[in-house]
């Protein structure tokens, strides 16, 4: 067999397997993102809630373009734990915990 031969012959079989192995590209089309991008996510009138609506709708893709199918209403509660204390017993440091 000749060397050019051999180089397509193994091209063919890496394309064959590649396919069989549930190999996806990179930059694909997946098939949930259409259903993501309609979710609409309610949360609580807040800073936080607004954060975490803004960082949602960013991942799910959604653009407002298209009704929503589902909706997600979350809730959010902030504790803050002191850490360090002062001589006055004030806090100088805050765990905080969402």
């Given at each position: 067999?000749?060397?050019?031969?051999?180089?397509?012959?193994?091209?063919?079989?890496?394309?064959v397997l590649?396919?069989?192995?549930?190999?996806?590209?990179?930059?694909?089309?997946?098939?949930?993102?259409?259903?993501l991008?309609r979710?609409?996510?309610?949360?609580?009138?807040?800073?936080?809630?607004?954060?975490?609506r803004e960082?949602?709708?960013?991942a799910?893709?959604?653009d407002?373009?298209?009704?929503?199918?589902?909706?997600?209403?979350t809730?959010?509660?902030?504790?803050?734990r002191?850490?360090?204390?002062?001589?006055?017993?004030?806090a100088?440091?805050?765990e905080?915990?969402v």
């Amino acid at each position: 067999m000749m060397p050019g031969g051999r180089r397509l012959l193994l091209a063919l079989a890496g394309t064959v397997l590649l396919s069989g192995c549930g190999f996806t590209p990179l930059y694909g089309e997946a098939g949930v993102s259409g259903a993501l991008s309609r979710i609409a996510v309610t949360t609580p009138d807040d800073r936080l809630g607004y954060r975490l609506r803004e960082q949602l709708e960013d991942a799910f893709g959604r653009d407002g373009a298209q009704a929503p199918l589902y909706r997600l209403a979350t809730e959010v509660e902030h504790k803050r734990r002191p850490l360090g204390r002062r001589i006055d017993d004030t806090a100088s440091r805050y765990e905080p915990t969402v």
